[in-house]
């Protein structure tokens, strides 16, 4: 990735391109409407749409409303961080300091945990999904019940991944006792309201019918539906009620992603930082996985309410996913770039997931989307400058500046001259006539470290150097290598996402 060069806005044709590799055939055939639609920064470049809401009737539009279920939950934990910011709980006291009838045990003893588990499914409560979709409307006296009986962990407080409604239902539980009022009303004013969200809501009931699709299952890959009632939405439903317009979910996306940026919107309705919390893996969860459809990953995880992805090519995704009897639904954006799909269909066969998941695959592959924008420390670049100077100067390495203490105690003066005599030979001694240093760049990993080249006759001499954060940084870490004309990687080295980071070097 050319240093400081940011990528083109994404094309209509190109956004087009992505929804129809992503709504396919496959997609259609199995849900009677379904809608996706490509997003940038907040706003929709691309809709397509399918079918009909009520299987029948007006078509689907870009107005109509879905069912987004689980995607609720990242509704609920932005809420649970908006309080903690104003330090009305702790999400590191045990649950039961706020809510004293929860009773959990592991193997026969009574165990404790706390909302920051609960929020990041690790909190040894086991994965509920089937169960839930179908109790989404219990009232709190009966869910509440449940808890004060004793509810039994499937793995001890904190260890393993879990996907566990009920246990994230607790926060909803959480913010009605901290404040006094349903969740739902908090949720509305704390993030709703202030971000002009009004075609989001809980339940149903303000929605014209005609815009509202209805909820289908299909038991023969689309070739007939049964209509699917709405379940209901009681104490589960601050985890999956919510309905939603892929316009709404667009804005969302982005007041989220918007926190990665140096122009975050909306500060005031909840910090950029807190919303980087949102989107930090706090539970790992294993790959390879089903869940993430094959993607070449690096890792995966749970964060606060939603799952993030480090896709080896592609960096940072964050996503989730809803799914309810009769809709699947599903929303994932580009940390990098605020490229962003969202996908819905009102049946549980659509595979929300995977249509989301192929649009954006397709769309940062075509845009040769970076993989995160890298800001390297001015001290970076002005050590990595004298340092280029000095190797093009043939000075010893003695006399290189900004070394920290240790780095010719780690390899002495006199190896390293040796080392990089012999690379210079290699490569047929560097060029005088070397094109300026900002076009050298060919990677950073962090603000601390930079990778460039200085060309040789017959191939290339690849620098790598990273400073340690001190009150004033110096080079901990310098190594040199010969590498064939124009190449990045070293032999043997894998690329990553790192050699695909937008490197912003300040201005000369």
């Known amino acids: 990735m050319t240093p400081g060069t940011p990528p083109a806005p994404v094309d ?17 055939r199995v849900a009677p409407a379904s809608i996706a639609a490509v997003s940038e920064r907040g706003a929709v470049r691309a809709v397509l749409t399918h079918g009909h809401p009520q299987g029948h009737g007006d078509p689907t539009t870009r107005d109509t409303v879905f069912r987004i279920a689980s995607m609720s939950k990242s509704f609920l934990a932005a809420t649970v961080l908006a309080l903690r910011d104003r330090g009305l709980l702790d999400l590191h006291a045990p649950i039961r300091t706020i809510l004293p009838d929860v009773r959990l045990h592991h193997r026969d003893e ?6 920051d588990m609960l929020l990041s499914n690790r909190s040894g409560l086991g994965e509920d999904n089937a169960w839930v979709d179908r109790h989404l409307g219990a009232s709190r006296e009966e869910i509440g019940g449940l808890f004060a009986a004793g509810v039994p962990l499937a793995a001890a407080p904190g260890t393993v991944y879990q996907y566990s409604n009920l246990g994230q239902s607790l926060l909803g539980r959480v913010v009605e006792a901290v404040i006094g009022r349903p969740v739902e009303d908090v949720i509305r004013e704390t993030l709703l309201e202030p971000l002009g969200l009004r075609r989001t809501a809980p339940v149903p009931d303000g929605y014209d019918a005609r815009m509202l699709a209805g909820g289908f299952r299909t038991f023969d890959d689309g070739a007939t ?33 918007s926190a990665f940026t140096d122009d975050p919107v909306a500060p005031d309705v909840l910090a950029p930082a807190s919303r980087i919390e949102l989107q930090q893996p706090r539970t790992p969860i294993p790959v390879p996985s089903g869940m993430f459809d094959g993607r070449d990953l690096a890792g995966a995880g749970y964060g606060y309410g939603l799952f993030i ?7 940072r995704v964050v996503q989730h996913s809803g799914g309810l009897p009769g809709f699947s639904a599903h929303m994932r954006w580009h940390a990098a770039t ?3 799909v969202v996908a819905f269909g009102n049946s549980d ?5 995977r249509v989301a998941g192929a649009a954006l695959q397709h769309l940062l592959t075509e845009t040769d989307a970076p993989s995160a924008v890298v800001r390297p420390w001015a001290e970076t670049v002005a050590a990595a400058q004298a340092i280029d100077a000095a190797l093009r100067a043939g000075l010893p390495a003695a006399e290189f500046p900004a070394l920290a203490d240790h780095v010719l105690d780690d390899v002495p003066a006199d190896v390293r001259d040796a080392r990089l005599a012999a690379q210079v030979q290699e ?20 603000e601390a470290e930079l990778r460039w080249r200085i060309t040789g006759a017959r191939g290339d001499l690849l620098v790598d150097m990273r400073l340690v ?3 004033e940084p110096r080079v901990q870490g310098l190594s040199t290598a010969v590498v064939a004309p124009g190449q990045t990687l070293l032999e043997g080295e894998r690329a990553g996402a790192a050699e695909r980071h937008r490197i912003v070097l300040p201005s000369a």
């Open 469 to 471: 954060g001190l009150p």
């Open 338 to 340: 605020g490229l962003g």
């Open 427 to 446: 490569v047929g001694g560097l060029r005088p006539d070397q094109a300026p240093f900002r076009d050298r760049v060919v990677a950073a990993a962090t």
């Open 225 to 257: 539906f049964r209509p699917e009632p709405f379940v209901g939405s009681g104490a589960l439903g601050c985890i999956g009620s919510m309905f939603s317009t892929v316009d709404d979910i667009a804005a969302w996306m982005w007041f989220l992603g």
């Open 309 to 315: 992805e480090d896709d080896r090519r592609f960096g």
């Open 110 to 115: 009574d165990a404790e945990v706390t909302g």
């Open 12 to 28: 209509v044709q190109t956004a087009e391109q992505a929804l129809l590799r992503g709504l396919d055939e496959r997609a259609r």
């Open 349 to 353: 066969e659509f595979g929300a997931r």
